[in-house]
């Protein structure tokens, strides 16, 4: 029965990357690569300092970690510094990967370790 269950996990997270997931640019420096990503929990934020209020955008990033494979650098994990390009109505958002409530930069999404959960605020101009 094990067996079962873990087929039937794997194949959900699957289904999920491949009916309710959109393809975006993930970057490391001039080094890039297009995934596919389930866009998960955004909130908003304000952070107020000396009178000057500063809002912030989180957005959670879903993918499969077997897909992280960038140019150059081979098979990796979310760093700060890398960012993920979103495109939205035809513009493009970019999101910096920053560390999220644990202080990491990413954190497993699956018991069986396949999925990973990315932190980032989007980029303001």
Same mark, same amino acid.
């Given at each position: 029965?094990?067996?079962?269950?873990?087929?039937?996990?794997?194949w959900?997270?699957g289904?999920m990357?491949?009916?309710?997931s959109?393809t975006?640019?993930?970057?490391?420096?001039s080094d890039?690569v297009?995934?596919?990503t389930? !866009? +998960?929990?955004a909130?908003?934020?304000t952070?107020?300092d000396?009178r000057?209020? =500063? /809002?912030?955008?989180?957005?959670?990033? %879903?993918?499969d970690?077997a897909d992280l494979?960038?140019?150059? !650098? +081979?098979?990796?994990?979310?760093?700060?510094g890398?960012?993920?390009v979103?495109? =939205? /109505?035809?513009k493009?958002?970019?999101? %910096?990967?920053?560390q999220g409530?644990?202080q990491?930069?990413?954190?497993?999404?699956?018991?069986y370790e396949?999925?990973?959960r990315?932190y980032t605020?989007r980029?303001?101009?």
């Amino acid at each position: 029965m094990p067996d079962m269950f873990s087929w039937g996990m794997r194949w959900l997270s699957g289904q999920m990357l491949s009916q309710a997931s959109e393809t975006v640019t993930y970057a490391r420096g001039s080094d890039t690569v297009d995934i596919s990503t389930v !866009v +998960g929990a955004a909130e908003q934020s304000t952070r107020r300092d000396f009178r000057i209020a =500063i /809002d912030t955008e989180h957005t959670e990033f %879903l993918i499969d970690r077997a897909d992280l494979v960038i140019p150059n !650098v +081979g098979l990796t994990l979310p760093e700060r510094g890398d960012q993920i390009v979103r495109t =939205i /109505d035809g513009k493009p958002i970019t999101y %910096l990967v920053t560390q999220g409530p644990d202080q990491s930069f990413w954190r497993v999404s699956s018991q069986y370790e396949d999925m990973i959960r990315i932190y980032t605020n989007r980029k303001t101009d």
